[in-house]
């Protein structure tokens, strides 16, 4: 098998959001195709986009109506095939969004549930004839949802819902849910696209027969959709959104020795969450420790790193005290805050727009293993809208120039499917493509030159990563060494300069070699002591294999 996601950049994105090509104030597929050539040129090599499937958009286009069809506001089946054939062209890869833990309750399948209990479609849902002992309990969304179970008159029963109450949750203990399932995978696999991003794995295949607290999951399941992925396209791939415990990681991979895999990606939600914690702290101590503790994957196996993806920042996982740090730094205000657990902001503003953290930041991210996901926006440092409700803060229309509404749509103002951001110090005439393109200091620019140097960093994607306990605390130093060479990375999160000894045996491998930086550090290699700038970071290549 082709193993191309260990060293790829993905992009994700909301066609929706990206750019209008009729006026209608929507984004759509054909101007998402319109914009292959600036992803191209960007040095992403995959796309994510959020879901194209027909919905009401209440949760963003998560609350699908029809998983085999595309929104109509977003183009056609005939859109989707041309936006395939223009990014192979371009060697660029899709994937999709597959949400199938829920659907929208207009989705005809509930509505056919509903009103009638003999229904085929009835057992597709989980319900319940009395009240639910645990109906108050397990939201998602805690603070705007205060239930999981929800009375339906017509059904006269009640039906869960862990998310959203317009998003009832299917009952995938059901063997026709799963081979339904599985169809769906086929029938866009046959169109051409490179695999899926699972939305919230570990309720996909949590039992229904149980109350969620002691629900049981089925991984099995999971080795299902894989054999689906494997005979109808080798190389497509899985991502999992799965935040769970250490201890449960390794069973969304599978087996070690490949006889049962299951997923190939994961998110790296605990590598976030430390991240966000040494940043805040501007100690790496969070960054070593996670780093030695995360488990040792199966060779098939891969890490999705983030910094920003389309909800909040999760905080989750992290001690209250932690939380509490983060959320200090980094989103002091309640409307900053989401759940009780996040933070619905975009990092550029988190970081109060300093270039030299936000670049430290995202040198971090793309250094880490595994393989970087970056979301629409963020390479020009764009921000959020806290008017706006929940997550949709952070999902604004993208700022392509200081033309109205941004160059994302011709449409009236009024008409357009989330307002531009067009106060504040990240408003489009301040913060767009076209001035950024323009200047060869911008983020956009850095952006481009760091995203085709990691490409060339094959250590990185596929190699062993090793932390080096050398220089003060507020320094990371680790090593990426793989079939290519190896890579020492050091990374100052603090804003006074310092200087650290690169280990003996290292530098007797080969000459050492700048490959990238904040700025331009002389002849420093040669010498016993190598500086690091106040957040300050440099890529240093210690070998090369052919």
């Known amino acids: 098998m082709d193993r191309w996601y260990r060293n790829s950049v993905i992009y994700s994105l909301d066609?929706?959001?990206?750019?209008?090509?009729?006026?209608?104030?929507?984004?759509?597929?054909?101007?998402?195709?319109?914009?292959?050539?600036?992803?191209?040129?960007?040095?992403?090599?995959?796309?994510?986009?959020?879901?194209?499937?027909?919905?009401?958009?209440?949760?963003?286009?998560?609350?699908?109506?029809?998983?085999?069809?595309?929104?109509?506001?977003?183009?056609?089946?005939?859109?989707?095939?041309?936006?395939?054939?223009?990014?192979?062209?371009?060697?660029?890869?899709?994937?999709?969004?597959?949400?199938?833990?829920?659907?929208s309750d207009k989705h005809p399948w509930f509505q056919h549930a509903r009103a009638d209990r003999d229904s085929p479609f009835r057992d597709w849902y989980v319900w319940s004839d009395t009240e639910p002992a645990d109906r108050w309990n397990g939201q998602v969304f805690p603070g705007v949802e205060s239930e999981t179970w929800t009375y339906d008159e017509t059904a006269e029963a009640w039906f869960r819902h862990r998310f959203y109450t317009f998003e009832p949750d299917l009952n995938t203990d059901n063997p026709a849910v799963r081979a339904e399932i599985r169809k769906i995978l086929e029938f866009w696999l046959r169109l051409g696209v490179a695999g899926f991003r699972v939305d919230?794995?570990?309720?996909?295949?949590?039992?229904?027969?149980?109350?969620?607290?002691?629900?049981?999951?089925?991984?099995?399941?999971?080795?299902?959709?894989?054999?689906?992925?494997?005979?109808?396209?080798?190389?497509?791939?899985?991502?999992?959104?799965?935040?769970?415990?250490?201890?449960?990681?390794?069973?969304?991979?599978?087996?070690?020795?490949?006889?049962?895999?299951?997923?190939?990606?994961?998110?790296?939600?605990?590598?976030?969450?430390?991240?966000?914690?040494?940043?805040?702290?501007?100690?790496?101590?969070?960054?070593?420790?996670?780093?030695?503790?995360?488990?040792?994957?199966?060779?098939?196996?891969?890490?999705?790193?983030?910094?920003?993806?389309?909800?909040?920042?999760?905080?989750?996982?992290?001690?209250?005290?932690?939380?509490?740090?983060?959320?200090?730094?980094?989103?002091?205000?309640?409307?900053?805050?989401?759940?009780?657990?996040?933070?619905?902001?975009?990092?550029?503003p988190m970081l109060h727009g300093d270039r030299r953290r936000l670049e430290l930041a995202y040198s971090l991210q793309f250094t880490m293993p595994g393989t970087p996901v970056i979301r629409y926006g963020d390479e020009i440092g764009m921000g959020e809208d806290l008017s706006l409700p929940e997550r949709t803060a952070i999902?604004?229309?993208?700022?392509?120039?200081?033309?109205?509404?941004?160059?994302?749509?011709?449409?009236?103002?009024?008409?357009?499917?989330?307002?531009?951001?067009?106060?504040?110090?990240?408003?489009?005439?301040?913060?767009?493509?076209?001035?950024?393109?323009?200047?060869?200091?911008?983020?956009?620019?850095?952006?481009?030159?760091?995203?085709?140097?990691l490409r060339e960093c094959e250590e990185i994607g596929g190699g062993t990563d090793d932390v080096l306990e050398i220089g003060p605390p507020h320094l990371l130093a680790h090593t990426a060494t793989g079939s290519s060479g190896c890579m020492i990375f050091l990374h100052n999160l603090a804003p006074a300069p310092c200087r650290v000894a690169l280990p003996a045996h290292l530098r007797r491998e080969a000459a050492p070699l700048n490959v990238a930086a904040d700025s331009a550090y002389g002849e420093d290699l040669k010498r016993d002591a190598v500086e690091v700038d106040g957040y300050g970071y440099r890529w240093i290549r210690l070998s090369r294999r052919p």
């Open 15 to 103: 066609a929706g959001l990206f750019q209008d090509s009729n006026g209608d104030g929507h984004g759509d597929i054909p101007g998402l195709t319109s914009r292959l050539d600036y992803l191209s040129r960007l040095g992403v090599n995959t796309i994510w986009l959020n879901p194209i499937h027909p919905s009401p958009r209440r949760d963003g286009g998560y609350d699908i109506t029809d998983h085999y069809g595309v929104d109509p506001r977003l183009g056609t089946l005939g859109d989707l095939a041309e936006l395939l054939d223009n990014a192979d062209e371009r060697g660029l890869r899709i994937m999709l969004d597959l949400v199938l833990n829920h659907t």
């Open 200 to 348: 919230a794995a570990p309720m996909l295949i949590e039992s229904r027969a149980t109350g969620y607290a002691r629900a049981t999951r089925d991984y099995a399941f999971l080795r299902e959709l894989r054999e689906t992925l494997s005979w109808r396209r080798g190389d497509a791939v899985l991502l999992a959104e799965a935040n769970v415990g250490d201890g449960e990681l390794l069973e969304y991979f599978g087996e070690a020795d490949g006889s049962a895999t299951r997923l190939m990606m994961v998110f790296a939600f605990r590598l976030n969450q430390s991240i966000m914690l040494s940043l805040a702290r501007q100690d790496a101590t969070p960054i070593k420790a996670t780093l030695r503790e995360l488990p040792d994957l199966p060779r098939h196996a891969q890490w999705a790193t983030f910094l920003r993806n389309h909800d909040e920042v999760d905080l989750e996982r992290l001690t209250p005290s932690e939380r509490r740090e983060v959320m200090a730094q980094f989103g002091p205000e309640e409307g900053m805050q989401l759940y009780h657990r996040g933070l619905r902001r975009r990092l550029a």
């Open 395 to 453: 999902r604004t229309p993208m700022q392509w120039s200081a033309t109205a509404n941004a160059g994302f749509s011709d449409a009236p103002a009024a008409d357009l499917l989330t307002p531009v951001i067009s106060a504040g110090d990240y408003r489009a005439d301040l913060v767009n493509v076209t001035d950024q393109r323009l200047d060869p200091n911008s983020l956009l620019v850095w952006f481009e030159r760091m995203l085709h140097t």
